[in-house]
């Protein structure tokens, strides 16, 4: 089953379509794309497309509604399908220097429209552009979050100083239309921007619509520590229907990582309530938030690091993987971060960790070996996984029962082999790698 999110961060549209044949043929399942609701159409900078200036136009600096369609259409088309998910920003507007900077899109934008009324009309979503879509009666109060700790504050108040929406009835209608002319233009599903900074009500708004029905939708619930997961994760996971990164997964994995961490603690995450049920997470290992904002950096893994935990995600059962490619937008201010998620999308070593994840998906995960610094399991009886996090080049003794015999394993990473027979088998795993063994049936 091909069920693999590439996030397409970024990208502008020419490039998506230009590379939709080599994304499906990677083995990935679903394509997500940045937010594309109208934004300042000669602003370069990313977080522009997390600045809305009107829902009723689908048109920003990385391309239009004609290409958009055309997107949908070819990702539909491709052997295999590719189903296309969109980034929603439903919680804020742009934070624009202007008089009426609580009206949108406010009189400049209006003018814009009536002036050039080809262009907007070509990219109009829906509504009458002739009018403005929000007043300042559709905020919530004009202050920032302060006490990130106090739930109330996090969902009423702004954040960074954009303008946050209410959940009076008009904002909620034109959350209700613009959700549902996105399902009419063909899209499979949804990410929903700063989901802890929006109320039950609005997210059970677009929730319960009978057009969402079979849509996959996924919040980013940004959490840190266990006392954020109990304020935010928690509530989130038993009030809606929604599925959301794992970012108590994460969490679990950056600690297993550590230095003073063990990674037999990944094989008992469940039970030890260090991820999301498995079939509402969208795993990850790198998000788009943690490489652009200073304050998350320190929760990133180290390279090395960062492949193992790949080869956990992947080879593991339960969740979606999500593999985020971008162009290279945090390296400016962050240097080492050059080529890093660049091109990731077609990197040998997630394509054959997707190949991994689609050929035993379903397939349950058993125990063959586990210590603070190495673990071995098996998916099924043809898959197995092995992670060393430590310094050290290690051979692990493991029964072979459960495991088909006497056919060949192929070692996907680093393109060994061996033929399996009954009892004690002993593995050679070097420093600080990953091996990702399938059987050739």
């Known amino acids: 089953m091909n069920d693999v999110i590439l996030h397409v961060?970024?990208?502008?549209?020419?490039?998506?379509?230009?590379?939709i044949d080599q994304i499906a043929a990677a083995g990935y399942g679903a394509i997500l794309l940045p937010p594309i609701l109208y934004s300042d159409p000669m602003g370069s900078?990313?977080?522009?497309?997390?600045?809305?200036?009107?829902?009723?136009?689908?048109?920003?600096?990385?391309?239009?509604?004609?290409?958009?369609?055309?997107?949908?259409?070819?990702?539909?088309?491709?052997?295999?399908?590719?189903?296309?998910?969109?980034?929603?920003?439903?919680?804020?507007?742009?934070?624009?220097?202007?008089?009426?900077?609580?009206?949108?899109?406010?009189a400049a934008e209006?003018?814009?429209?009536?002036?050039?009324?080809e262009l907007y009309e070509a990219n109009k979503l829906y509504g009458d552009l002739s009018e403005g879509l929000f007043s300042t009666w559709d905020f919530n109060r004009k202050e920032n979050i302060e006490n990130w700790a106090d739930k109330h504050e996090v969902v009423y108040h702004q954040l960074s100083n954009l303008p946050d929406l209410s959940c009076n009835d008009w904002v909620l209608k034109q959350h209700d239309t613009v959700f549902e002319k996105m399902v009419e233009l063909g899209f499979d599903g949804f990410r929903v921007d700063a989901v802890k900074h929006i109320s039950n009500k609005q997210l059970s708004n677009i929730m319960?619509?009978?057009f969402m029905k079979g849509k996959f939708i996924f919040g980013e619930i940004l959490t840190v520590t266990r006392h954020d997961e109990d304020l935010f994760m928690k509530p989130f996971i038993a009030e809606t229907k929604m599925n959301a990164y794992d970012f108590v997964l994460f969490r679990a994995m950056r600690e297993a990582f550590g230095f003073f961490g063990s990674l037999a603690n990944l094989l008992h995450v469940e039970q030890q309530n260090n991820a999301l049920p498995w079939d509402r997470a969208v795993t990850f290992?790198?998000?788009?938030?943690?490489?652009?904002?200073?304050?998350?950096?320190?929760l990133m893994f180290e390279r090395q690091d960062e492949h193992l935990a790949n080869a956990f995600i992947f080879g593991r059962d339960g969740g979606v993987p999500l593999v985020f490619s971008d162009h290279n937008e945090s390296a400016s201010d962050f240097p080492d971060d050059l080529n890093r998620w660049a091109n990731s999308f077609n990197r040998k070593d997630i394509a054959?960790?997707?190949h991994f994840h689609n050929t035993l998906h379903g397939?349950?995960?058993?125990?063959?070996?586990?210590?603070?610094?190495?673990?071995?399991?098996?998916?099924?009886?043809?898959?197995?996984?092995a992670?060393?996090?430590?310094?050290?080049?290690?051979?692990?003794?493991?029964?072979?029962?459960?495991?088909?015999?006497?056919?060949?394993?192929?070692?996907?990473?680093?393109?060994?082999s061996f033929e399996l027979t009954e009892g004690l088998f002993e593995l050679f795993i070097p420093s600080r790698t990953a091996q990702m063994w399938l059987a050739e049936i």
């Open 9 to 19: 961060f970024n990208w502008k549209y020419s490039e998506i379509i230009e590379k």
């Open 45 to 106: 900078a990313w977080w522009q497309r997390y600045q809305p200036k009107d829902y009723r136009i689908l048109y920003s600096y990385l391309g239009n509604k004609k290409q958009l369609e055309y997107i949908i259409e070819k990702c539909h088309n491709s052997k295999p399908r590719l189903n296309v998910f969109v980034d929603m920003v439903m919680n804020h507007m742009a934070n624009e220097s202007r008089e009426d900077n609580y009206e949108f899109p406010g």
């Open 110 to 117: 209006l003018e814009k429209y009536k002036n050039d009324p």
């Open 208 to 210: 319960d619509s009978d």
């Open 285 to 298: 290992t790198v998000n788009h938030d943690l490489p652009l904002n200073a304050c998350f950096r320190a």
């Open 352 to 354: 054959k960790m997707i």
């Open 363 to 385: 397939l349950k995960m058993f125990t063959l070996f586990e210590s603070p610094q190495c673990i071995v399991f098996r998916r099924g009886d043809r898959g197995i996984v």
């Open 387 to 416: 992670i060393n996090k430590s310094e050290d080049n290690l051979y692990i003794d493991f029964d072979t029962f459960g495991l088909l015999h006497n056919v060949r394993f192929v070692e996907l990473l680093h393109d060994h």
